[in-house]
């Protein structure tokens, strides 16, 4: 069995050990968990409880970044005006970029924005980060058939992404793995996307975000980027100097406003920072719309294969996930299900815990990284 082919027995077993056996193991094994708030599942080690509510739930913290139906309304307007303008100006071959992972939310996105505008002409552009789960790159291949949309696949150099991500993962800050190596990868994305619009004179580049990672992650309390933003040079991720870690070929990966006139350069649009819909209903829409395959639509399945090991480093350096605030607050908003994401945290800190479930997949990616599981200090293998 090929590497590939191993990865995605794990996470479809992983998938499946979540769902069918873990609701009846958690109950054996609560020595290895944290005490978790019963309504939204934050663990105490992130916030502390009282008699077993976190502070977010007993303070009744408001949803953040809620819009008026006036103002949805207005954001709406405007994005339908950028996106009909842009049909409308010019003889550009592309109207709109669309960031296309394979991922339940940017397969919707991609569908929903051909399906609203009649005559829009898209391109597609995929970031094989090179660490890309075969399953998402399968839906791709899929969907793009299924939409007669055009599409490109950027897939840059493997040691390039592998010294990004070693360096991420030997220099977390305080935000963990979201914060660092995560924030790596989006952010590389997102530039990508910048250069390949710049250069083919395509306005807008469209996200996938939702209305809380544009908030809390991005910082932005709009659905688009500004012009000052874009026409600055990205020179730091996560507070790393990208010229420490890249060449200066590397470097030109990274956007870098000021090499291109204004009229060149993009802007981000983040649709669902207005639409803010619900996991469930992201879910519901690519099923019925037969766009993947049931099952595919779970970001466990489509996330590319550092994910798993981002989970069980947070796990053992800050006793939580780094990923879990942002899924509490969908849960506190109503916008996920508590289960779900109650589960999948529990399964990993038991497997980070105790070295169990940690797959082969997980070694295959640190041999990439030029890590061992000691460097890390996850339990388990050889090195343990």
């Avoid at 049909?87 to 991609?110: E, I």
């Avoid at 949309?149 to 993962?169: L, N, Q, S, W």
């Avoid at 990208?242 to 990966?253: G, P, T, V």
């Amino acid at each position: 069995m090929n590497s590939k082919q191993t990865m995605v027995r794990e996470m479809k077993l992983f998938e499946f050990y979540k769902q069918r056996i873990w609701p009846f193991q958690r109950v054996l094994v609560r020595r290895y968990l944290t005490p978790r708030c019963e309504k939204c599942f934050l663990p105490e080690t992130y916030s502390p409880l009282i008699h077993g509510i976190c502070g977010h739930c007993r303070t009744h913290e408001p949803k953040r970044n809620t819009l008026t139906h006036k103002e949805q309304d207005r954001m709406q307007d405007e994005f339908d005006f950028l996106i009909r303008t842009a049909m409308g100006s010019g003889n550009r071959r592309y109207h709109v970029l669309v960031l296309f992972s394979g991922g339940k939310d940017s397969s919707y996105l991609l569908h929903h924005m051909a399906e609203r505008y009649k005559g829009i002409r898209i391109l597609a552009l995929t970031v094989d980060n090179t660490f890309m789960s075969p399953i998402a790159m399968e839906n791709v291949n899929a969907i793009i058939k299924k939409l007669g949309i055009d599409h490109t696949i950027v897939r840059p150099c493997a040691g390039t992404m592998e010294k990004m991500f070693r360096y991420a993962f030997t220099h977390l800050n305080e935000h963990g793995c979201a914060g660092t190596v995560d924030q790596f990868d989006g952010d590389f994305f997102s530039d990508v996307a910048r250069n390949i619009a710049a250069q083919m004179d395509i306005p807008y580049v469209l996200c996938g975000l939702s209305r809380d990672q544009v908030a809390h992650v991005l910082g932005l309390d709009t659905f688009i980027t500004s012009r000052q933003a874009e026409a600055k040079k990205r020179e730091t991720v996560a507070g790393i100097r990208l010229a420490d870690i890249f060449d200066a070929h590397e470097l030109r990966h990274w956007w870098n406003g000021p090499a291109w006139p204004l009229e060149k350069r993009p802007q981000m649009l983040f649709p669902f920072y207005i639409w803010n819909l619900s996991e469930s209903f992201i879910k519901n829409q690519v099923l019925t719309l037969n766009l993947m395959p049931r099952g595919d639509e779970s970001p466990l399945v489509t996330n590319n294969s550092l994910v798993p090991l981002m989970g069980v480093v947070d796990m053992i350096r800050l006793g939580y996930s780094s990923f879990e605030p942002e899924f509490a607050r969908m849960v506190r908003e109503g916008k996920t299900n508590r289960k779900e994401w109650l589960y999948t945290f529990e399964t990993l800190e038991y497997a980070a815990r105790t070295g169990r479930l940690l797959g082969k997949s997980i070694d295959g990616v640190l041999k990439r990284l030029s890590l061992t599981r000691t460097d890390l200090g996850i339990k388990g293998g050889n090195n343990d």
